[in-house]
Nanobody, 120 residues
């Protein structure tokens, strides 16, 4: 069984920074794509950033130049460094991973979400 555990959310003032982490654990053979999504109240969940196993990253236009996604394959962990935060970045942030396990093959998994609130 695979678990994704996020951490690092919280309350920050506009212009501030936060770093989110998401660690995968369980019977993992390999991790392919990793990503962060977010969902604001009353809105659909949207893609924030993704990173491939080879380190290629992709970002939503709204966060380009402010957010950086990275991964530590030895720790099965993905990070999201968020700088110059804006009130419109307020949302629950979810980690997503495409993971290969011996039991289920390749499948997608979600973390439980971590709240990020940007407010003065």
């Amino acid at each position: 069984q695979v678990q994704l555990v996020e951490s690092g959310g919280g309350l920050v003032q506009p212009g501030g920074s936060l770093r989110l982490s998401c660690a995968a654990s369980g019977s993992i053979f390999s991790i392919d794509l990793l990503g962060w999504f977010r969902q604001a109240p009353g809105k659909q969940r949207e893609l924030v950033a993704t990173i491939t196993s080879g380190g290629r990253s992709n970002y939503a236009d709204s966060v380009k130049g402010r957010f950086t996604i990275s991964r530590d394959n030895a720790k099965n962990t993905v990070y999201l460094q968020m700088n110059v935060l804006k009130p419109e970045d307020t949302a629950v942030y979810y980690c997503n991973a495409v993971i290969l396990t011996m039991e289920l093959g390749m499948d997608g998994y979600w973390g439980q979400g971590t709240q990020v609130t940007v407010s003065s």
